[in-house]
């Protein structure tokens, strides 16, 4: 209705990327999927104490993954959520 007298609709956010997570191995292995396809694994605590969060290429099987770590659990699952928030707004 607002096009009809020339105002332009007001834009929302882009939709964030669903991510679904699956606790595997007792809690030892975090994997975050979207929609259904597994992009990035965190494991740990390992013995220093860090979370290994390791990046998985859905494009490319000939790029070895990434590899990044955190102190805690939850430091690397924001890490997930703001990379997949970055990608979901530039593909909008």
């Known amino acids: 209705m607002a096009r009809i007298f020339g105002i332009p609709q007001l834009s929302s956010s882009p939709p964030r990327a669903r ?28 013995p220093d104490g860090h979370f290994a969060l390791t990046w998985w290429s ?21 890490r997930v959520e703001q990379v997949t928030a970055h990608f979901a707004r530039k593909a909008a």
């Open 19 to 46: 991510i679904g997570w699956e606790t595997r191995y007792e809690g030892i292995l975090s994997v975050a999927s979207i929609d259904g396809v597994p992009v990035a694994g965190i494991s740990g605590p390992w």
């Open 58 to 78: 859905t494009r490319d099987s000939e790029t070895a993954p990434t590899l990044e770590f955190y102190s805690t659990m939850q430091a690397a699952r924001a």
